[in-house]
């Protein structure tokens, strides 16, 4: 099954690339190799404000996780001139969640990109290294921030 019919049976619509907030590009290509920026959860088209352990619980982190993931695709589309097909491989994941000292659960929040990028380019282009961090804050407030790094045909 192709990747656009995957998003298609998933009900995804691919968002374009967003305008940077500061000084940076969203994603740059070196060799083979394609690097996008971070991108923070939104919600209604505005940074999703919250901090896991505090004020907001695991599963609405995942959803947002799962979201950042959908902006990255449409970004990592772009970056490959419209056509997923040409992504041999997620390689790697990095995700910074908004959370409190005593808060452990990152790597489920996390999971919400991962198990969307699987879904999207199956077992073998969609495993990918993961780390996942917990920070006191993210830019703007957010809740989650992801980036990207793949493998892509030249």
């Given at each position: ?6 998003l298609k ?15 940076y590009?969203?994603?740059?290509r ?28 695991t599963?609405?982190?995942?959803a ?17 001139g ?8 997620i390689?790697?994941?990095?995700s ?10 990152h790597?489920l ?10 879904e ?7 495993a ?12 703007l ?14």
């Amino acid at each position: 099954m192709s990747i656009q019919q995957r998003l298609k049976d998933l009900g995804i619509v691919l968002p374009p690339v967003a305008v940077p907030a500061a000084a940076y590009v969203p994603f740059v290509r070196s060799g083979n190799l394609v690097f996008l920026s971070g991108h923070i959860a939104k919600r209604d088209g505005k940074p999703h404000v919250g901090q896991l352990g505090t004020d907001m619980s695991t599963d609405a982190g995942k959803a947002a996780a799962r979201a950042v993931a959908i902006d990255l695709l449409g970004t990592l589309n772009a970056a490959v001139g419209g056509d997923l097909e040409r992504v041999l491989r997620i390689v790697k994941l990095m995700s910074l969640v908004n959370s409190s000292p005593t808060y452990t659960e990152h790597h489920l929040v996390t999971n919400g990109a991962s198990e969307l990028i699987g879904e999207v380019f199956g077992a073998d282009r969609g495993a990918h290294a993961r780390s996942a961090f917990g920070v006191a804050q993210l830019p703007l407030g957010a809740c989650v921030e992801i980036e990207l790094i793949a493998e892509v045909a030249a």
